[in-house]
C-alpha cells in the first residue's frame, strides 16, 4: 500500500458568469410572466369598454 490518498473535490466559489446566467434567465422568465399578465388584463379592460360602447352591459343599475 503505497500511500492512500483520497481525491476529495475542491470546493471552488461561485462563478460569475453563471450566476450572471442565471439571473438574466429567472429575470427573462419573471418578466414575461409579468407582460402576458399584463396583456390579459389590457384584453379584459379593452373587451370590456367594447362592449359598454356597444351597449351590451351598463354600469347604470337599472330598477
Known amino acids: 500500500m503505497a500511500g492512500g490518498r483520497i481525491a476529495h473535490a475542491t470546493l471552488k466559489g ?3 458568469v ?3 446566467c442565471i439571473g438574466l434567465t429567472l429575470g427573462l422568465v ?3 410572466l409579468w407582460k402576458m399578465h399584463h396583456w ?20 347604470v343599475v337599472e330598477e
Not at 370590456?48 to 360602447?53: G, P, S, V
Open 14 to 16: 461561485p462563478s460569475v
Open 18 to 20: 453563471k450566476e450572471i
Open 30 to 32: 419573471a418578466g414575461g
Open 40 to 59: 390579459n388584463e389590457q384584453r379584459k379592460t379593452r373587451s370590456f369598454y367594447d362592449m359598454l360602447e356597444k351597449g351590451q352591459i351598463s354600469v
